[in-house]
């Protein structure tokens, strides 16, 4: 989909649930346009003695709800496009969980596993000394997305309070426990997509034996997701990262995978280099072909636009578990309704993160720090009172899980653009 625009596909699901959520038109209006884009470029200092400029993005997208929150990745695919995608999501995301932030994005075009270690360190921190400015605790506080990880936080945190000339954990989080961040943090994401899993097996009346699960992306998320249910008897039968996937019918065995695949992180401090495919005895399987196997719950952990138009007709699982931003198209998306397929959507399967984001945030404008039950034990509270008020709307409306969730998060953000006055408001004599 290289040539359509993700932003206007993402903005597209508004319009249903805007009816539903009877918001006023302005409140759509003000959605559908970014709140402010910055754009930069970043000269890094290569260890052969070059110079390369790296372009880099940050789009804050709308902050009424509080300041704007979202990840920063790092990926050669990496667009001002998708960034304002990614942003627009992280505005409604934030809504669903119902924690107090509006959305942002950032992105850098590069590919991460091509820098040695010292040279994602100064592109790091060269971006944040651009993007001082941009960003703060009160403004703007980014995190990790994709290739973008807990000790990349702690250099940008280091290079945020070296320019402010004071230590300002705050300004970022998913750092390292060291530096401030959040027991919880690491697993949050898809340990969040795991409670909505557990909801959706006591209103199904799962037996977690019985569930066949396929899980595509073996990075944080997909991980943490898998090594969950696992634990919890589900069958994970397929794997795959972005060099290829397994397929074993009997399911496998995911702490000792986990294991495999952080021992081989040590050859590069950062980046896995083994791939799934090189770690047991199993039938090996393409990304596409993974998507179409027969089982009950499909996971997509990776990038967005996998489940288009070409391949929605041969997708055979009833349950879609959105772990990534924006695995679907909005073609797809109406296809698969038309088959009843349930998609949890991303802007709440994977809200787990950034709520645990928010806790670690809070936590160090607190200066006072949680145990990690009670970081568990506050985002279940959340991820399952929010799973159900949207399975709620979903049974009240009689619509898909995305309308039901975006109509929940409009709700939210109609409510605080409305507070503020809308063309209603002024029109009223008074
Ligand atoms: N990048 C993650 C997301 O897409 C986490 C964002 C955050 O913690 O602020 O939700």
Known sequence: ????????????????????????????????????????????????????????????????????????????????????????WMTCKCAVAGIPYGGAKGGIVVNPKELSHLELERLSRGFIGRMADFIGPDIDIPAPDVYTNAMIMGWMMNEYSTIKRTNCPAVITGKPIALGGSLGRDDATGRGAYYCIKELEKRRQWNPANITVAVQGFGNAGQHVARLLHADGYQI????????????????????????????????????????????????????????????????????????????????APVIVEVANGPITSQADAV????????????????????????????????????????QQRQETIMSREFNAVYNLLEEHKVDMRTAAYTHALKRIGDAIAAGGTHTYFSQES
């Open 1 to 88: 989909m290289a040539h359509q625009s993700l932003f206007n596909d993402a903005i597209k699901r508004l319009d249903k649930a805007g009816i539903l959520a009877k918001v006023d038109p302005e409140v759509l209006l003000r959605l559908r346009h970014p709140k402010a884009i910055m754009q930069v470029s970043i000269p890094v200092r290569m260890d052969d003695g070059t110079l390369r400029i790296f372009e880099g993005y940050r789009v804050q997208h709308d902050n009424t709800r509080g300041p704007t929150k979202g990840g920063i990745r790092y990926h050669p695919d990496v667009s001002l496009d998708e960034v304002k995608a990614l942003a627009f």
């Open 237 to 316: 039968v397929a794997l795959s990262d972005s060099r290829g996937g397994i397929y074993r019918k009997e399911g496998f065995d995911i702490p000792s995978l986990i294991k495999f695949k952080n021992e081989s992180r040590q050859l590069k401090a950062i980046y896995c280099e083994g791939s799934v495919c090189e770690m047991v005895e199993s039938q090996t399987l393409t990304n596409s072909e993974l998507l179409e196997l027969d089982v009950e719950v499909l996971i997509p952990a990776a990038m967005e636009n996998q489940i288009t138009k070409e391949n929605v007709n041969n997708i055979k």
């Open 336 to 375: 698969l309704a038309d088959k009843k397929t349930l998609i949890i959507p991303d802007i709440l399967a994977n809200a787990g993160g950034v709520t645990v984001s928010y806790f670690e945030w809070v936590q160090n404008r607190q200066g006072y720090y949680w145990t990690v039950q009670e970081v």
